[in-house]
Nanobody, 114 residues
Framework: QVQLVESGGDLVQPGGSLRLSCAAS????????MAWYRQAPGKQRELVAT???????NYVDFVKGRFTITRDNVKNTVYLQMNSLKPEDTAVYYC????????WGQGTQVTVSS
């Protein structure tokens, strides 16, 4: 059974940085476009960034220039480097395939607050 396990979330001050990780077990990882999503309290889950099997990336406007998505196809892991964090980035962050999605993991909580 395929599992997605996110980690790396924390409480950080505005302007700070975090690096999130997502390990995918039991799947053919490298052929899929992977994505990071987030869900803030009271809001729907939203797409943040994507990365193709060939490492082509795409970002939503509100994270462009601040977040970087990467992947390691040997380790079956996708990362999200988040810099210049803002309070509005506070959310639970999830990873998944962009299409043919797997069961969602538990996510990792990112809280940006002074």
């Amino acid at each position: 059974q395929v599992q997605l396990v996110e980690s790396g979330g924390d409480l950080v001050q505005p302007g700070g940085s975090l690096r999130l990780s997502c390990a995918a077990s039991g799947s053919i990882f490298s052929i899929y476009t992977m994505a990071w999503y987030r869900q803030a309290p009271g809001k729907q889950r939203e797409l943040v960034a994507t990365i193709t099997h060939g490492a082509r990336t795409n970002y939503v406007d509100f994270v462009k220039g601040r977040f970087t998505i990467t992947r390691d196809n040997v380790k079956n892991t996708v990362y999200l480097q988040m810099n210049s964090l803002k309070p509005e980035d506070t959310a639970v962050y999830y990873c998944n395939r962009l299409t043919n999605q797997l069961a969602w993991g538990q996510g990792t909580q990112v809280t940006v607050s002074s």
